[in-house]
């Protein structure tokens, strides 16, 4: 390839232009540094910002088409000319870099080579998080985080995955309305059971008001729960207990059977003891005593079956009461199985709640209800310098750098809007303004 030799006329023009570029570039630079004098150290501008891989350069060689091109920085932080190889630029700013470019081509290639170098794209920068268009964008010099969220589309989500959200939270509303009125229904039982347990026929139902339509009918139901439950216990007790005195006075009726025939006895036995020395003096009828001794034995037969039927009606008696207090520990028992089941229901419930609440929180921020103009964001931006990551808490007025990732954070709502469950229903305490000295009771 035969040598050039580039005339200084063009190069000094060339050099005029750049140097009033230069010029306008270190007006803006120095403007936007006192503006942001916390930032001012670390605001890049065309000429000291410093290559890296991913940016793409603009490489003039004056007279020299074949040479001029656009060119990449590899992953390895090199540029490839034609005729000349690959070129480390990474670390260098422009004027460094075209040196570099002047010094390789001047060793064998072109005499005196003029050379230009403009950056023709720099690495993109990233946002992401809760902004309405996340991705990347091209860097621009004197970007700040505010430009980049301004061309994000501003704080916030996209109006497609906005209406998802939407619904999304909609639909764990509505589970947690469930299951809070699920862990409210299961209070009340509790409060019903424990009143059945304890033999009470009223139960308080904590901080249960008359706006608490939600809840009228479940009360109402264990109300009549309970009114059936205590008057089917009296009933069948009462029929047991109704057996009593039907038994009593069987055994009454017996025992004065019993004591009939052992007077009937003692009179004949007499009988029978003179009627025998009447017989043993010749006056009486051998057969005549015979018979009045059979009498006699079938008297005491008589009162041993009497007695064998008291013995039999007590026994009755016995067993009746037993059934008492069997039909008293059957309803017990059933009380106590009712009550652990609706605590272990309680206590599923204590656990799912909390959870559900805490993805409807989520739900309804992403939806974006919440997001208040004055709500402040969380930015964080995370840079790549010397190979090494870091993240800086950022403003809108952080000036950016090619490469960087801004992430967008909002702050969950601490009180957000909450449906009816807020009150006792969803919390299981009394609603505001309102002491247990108020509590309705319920029951008969």
Excluded at 245 to 269: F, H, S
Excluded at 290 to 298: G, P
Aim: with cysteine.
């Amino acid at each position: 390839m035969r040598r050039m030799s580039i005339v200084d006329g063009p190069g000094e023009r060339f050099g005029h232009r750049t140097g009033f570029r230069r010029v306008g570039w270190a007006i803006l630079i120095a403007s936007l540094a006192w503006a942001n004098p916390v930032f001012a150290d670390e605001y890049v501008g065309p000429q000291t910002y410093k290559l890296a891989a991913g940016d793409k350069i603009s490489v003039t060689v004056f007279g020299q088409a074949e040479l001029s091109r656009e060119m990449l920085v590899d992953i390895t932080g090199n540029i490839h000319i034609p005729f000349v190889g690959s070129i480390e630029v990474a670390g260098l700013n422009l004027t460094q870099c075209r040196e570099r470019i002047v010094a390789r081509l001047a060793d064998g290639i072109l005499h005196r080579p003029s050379v230009d170098v403009q950056i023709a794209e720099l690495r993109p920068v990233f946002v992401i998080g809760n902004v309405r268009s996340a991705g990347l964008q091209p860097f621009r010099f004197g970007m700040n985080v505010k430009m980049a969220l301004a061309v994000a589309g501003g704080v916030g989500t996209a109006p497609p995955v906005q209406g998802a959200a939407m619904a999304d939270y909609l639909a764990i509303e509505e589970r947690v309305r469930q299951v809070s009125l699920q862990r409210a229904s299961l209070l009340v039982r509790k409060a019903r059971l424990e009143a059945q347990r304890d033999g009470q026929a009223t139960f308080n139902v904590p901080g249960h008001g008359a706006a608490d339509s939600d809840l009228t009918e479940i009360v109402a139901i264990e109300k009549d729960i309970l009114d059936w439950q205590i008057a089917n216990r009296r009933s069948q007790l009462d029929i047991l207990e109704a057996q009593r005195p039907r038994i009593m006075n069987e055994i009454n009726a017996l025992n004065g059977q019993v004591a009939t025939k052992k007077k009937q006895i003692e009179l004949v036995k007499q009988y029978t003891d003179r009627y025998s020395g009447l017989v043993k003096q010749g006056l009486g009828l051998a057969n005549l005593e015979m018979q009045l001794k059979i009498t006699e034995s079938t008297y005491e037969s008589e009162i041993w079956m009497l007695t064998a039927n008291i013995s039999r009606l007590q026994m009755d008696l016995g067993a009746m009461d037993i059934r008492i207090q069997e039909t008293e520990a059957a309803f017990k028992r059933q009380n106590l199985v009712d009550l652990q089941d609706v605590q272990d229901k309680l206590k599923q419930v204590e656990v799912t709640l909390p959870i559900l609440r805490e993805i409807r929180q989520v739900r309804l921020q992403q939806s974006g209800a919440l997001v208040a103009a004055d709500t402040p964001q969380i930015i964080t931006v995370t840079r790549n310098r010397n190979g090494q990551l870091s993240q800086i808490k950022a403003s809108d007025a952080t000036p950016l750098e090619p490469g960087d990732i801004v992430e967008v954070q909002m702050p969950l709502p601490q009180n957000p809007t909450m449906s009816a469950e807020t009150t006792w229903l969803g919390l299981g305490r009394t609603a505001p303004g309102r002491d247990s000295a108020s509590l309705p009771v319920i029951g008969r």
